[in-house]
């Protein structure tokens, strides 16, 4: 659903349900991402995780941080990891569009 209403502003995305294998291809083509929208519960690797490895790789890369469990994280763990941004899910199609173009500066 979240990359139906990205294509819907006109973003073009790459979705992958393992974070492993996000992170393998983003390790690959760095150059192909603009942002990196993740959700904190995933199997194997948690959200925060990801992120940090992914601004290893690409230090000024923004990163969306989706969460339906609030209480799991804290605002430091977040700011820590080098989050740019956090939406709750359900996610509402205008915060996502908002959140794009303010890291994006469309």
Do not use: C, W
Not at 8 to 19: A, E, K, M, Q, T
Not at 63 to 88: C, F, K, M
Request: hydrophobic share 45%; aromatic share 4%; charged share 25%.
């Amino acid at each position: 659903m979240l990359g139906e209403m990205l294509r819907h502003f006109g973003y073009l995305s790459v979705i992958r349900n393992d974070p492993r294998d996000a992170l393998t291809l983003f390790a690959r083509t760095p150059e192909r991402f603009d942002a990196a929208i993740l959700d904190e519960i995933m199997p194997a690797l948690r959200g925060t995780e990801l992120a940090g490895q992914l601004l290893q790789i690409k230090n000024h890369i923004p990163v969306i941080l989706l969460t339906g469990h609030g209480g799991l994280i804290t605002l430091d763990q977040i700011r820590a990891s080098g989050v740019r941004a956090t939406l709750i899910k359900p996610v509402l199609k205008e915060q996502l569009r908002l959140v794009m173009d303010r890291l994006l500066k469309r």
